[in-house]
């Protein structure tokens, strides 16, 4: 995913949230949007830092070609409230046949989504 992130000038740091935030940066929290992750996702975000943190934007990756289950979708919208924003990666099939996130940026689909994704969290 930090690839992903990665533009013309942005840089991307991957950290550990309970260290601080370093100044300037936007927390980006990344999810599998099955039933379980957001479940465990509400968990980790009940425990996100308040006073000095900013609040994350949440990245949602699908993972099947159908809607997300029922519990998922609830979850999603009762932590609208704890992060900044949400966006969704759709399920992309050329990502199951690459060896790392950087070779999947070679196919179309999974660059526009690149594309997409960094606009959507205005980088």
Same mark, same amino acid.
Do not use: H, I, K
């Given at each position: ?43 980790? @975000?009940?425990?996100?830092?308040? %006073?000095?943190?900013?609040? &994350?934007? $949440? *990245?949602?990756? +699908?993972?099947?070609?159908? /809607?997300?289950?029922?519990p ?6 009762? @932590?609208?409230?704890?992060?900044? %924003?949400?966006?969704?990666? &759709?399920? $992309? *099939?050329?990502? +199951?046949?690459?060896?790392? /996130? ?6 179309r ?15």
């Open positions: 995913m930090a690839c992903w992130l990665r533009g013309d000038q942005t840089t991307v740091y991957e950290f550990n949230v309970a260290g601080g935030v370093p100044p300037g940066c936007m927390p980006v929290v990344v999810c599998r949007y099955t039933a379980q992750e957001m479940l465990r996702l509400t968990t980790y @975000l009940a425990s996100w830092p308040t %006073g000095g943190v900013p609040r &994350p934007w $949440l *990245v949602l990756m +699908r993972d099947a070609p159908l /809607p997300p289950p029922r998922a979708r609830f979850r999603r919208r009762a @932590l609208g409230a704890r992060v900044l %924003g949400v966006t969704e990666v &759709p399920y $992309l *099939v050329p990502l +199951r046949s690459v060896d790392s /996130p950087e070779e999947g940026l070679t196919f689909v999974v660059a526009q989504a690149a594309v997409r994704l960094r606009r959507d969290l205005g980088l």
